[in-house]
């Protein structure tokens, strides 16, 4: 990824509240038919190591799960908030007209070998676990247990588990870091008011997490 210096995220706890915040990635690997791109919730899990590991689930019939060599380097892709940035929303515009659009977004990078789990025992716990951090919003969450035992034994049969632990983490937060604070202001302004609040809350704090 190209990464300029002052579009780096080095502070590894915005790097995991934004895995944690956008969960669905982007899984790409390499196979028997080269590239392949999927996307997947993932969960991030602090397991001691430098950078923790990331687990979720695929579906038996992904052929991703069999085709991805054992222990190769796999890379999962987070997508925190984007949007179009305007020229016009920038103060220099009236002042020089030296303005041009871009693009701003937030993305983690997390690289690691990609280990396959097909076990009934450890697919419960992590689909336990998984519906557990995504319905406790709820006033009324949905637990494994609200179904029928035979059926989530029969859905347990139809996914595959996997696991990464990663070896790096490269975040990259363009907000508007390189432009006069009256620009980059004024664009988060303009962004909140076209329902982009995420994005513009990182804008306005320069590049920290907006989380």
């Known amino acids: 990824m190209y990464l300029p210096p002052h579009f780096q995220q080095p502070d590894v706890k915005a790097l995991r509240a934004l895995m944690q915040a956008h969960p669905l990635a982007t899984l790409v690997t390499h196979g028997a038919q080269g590239l392949d791109a999927n996307p997947v919730p993932m969960m991030w899990v602090d397991d001691g190591s430098p950078h923790g590991v990331l687990r979720g689930h695929v579906a038996r019939a992904n052929p991703v799960w069999r085709d991805t060599a ?3 380097e ?3 892709i987070f997508h925190g908030p984007d949007a179009y940035i305007s020229p016009s929303w920038y103060a220099t515009k009236r002042e020089t007209g030296h303005v ?3 693009w701003n977004y937030v993305v983690v990078q997390a690289r690691g070998p990609l280990r396959v789990i097909d076990d ?3 697919l419960r716990e992590l689909v336990t676990t998984l519906t557990g951090v995504h319905e406790r919003v709820r006033p009324q969450p949905w ?3 609200d179904a029928p035992a035979d059926y989530i034994d029969a859905m347990l049969k139809a996914i595959v588990g996997i696991e990464i632990a990663l070896t ?3 975040g990259k937060w363009k907000v508007s870091q390189n432009q006069p604070e009256r620009n980059s202001h004024g ?3 303009a962004l909140a008011g076209e329902g982009h609040a995420e994005l513009a809350t990182w804008m306005m704090r320069g590049g920290q997490s907006g989380l």
């Open 187 to 189: 664009a988060a302004q």
């Open 143 to 145: 637990a494994a247990d």
């Open 70 to 72: 054992k222990g190769s």
């Open 74 to 76: 796999v890379l999962a």
């Open 120 to 122: 009934a025992s450890w």
């Open 100 to 102: 041009v659009p871009t």
């Open 168 to 170: 790096s983490l490269q």
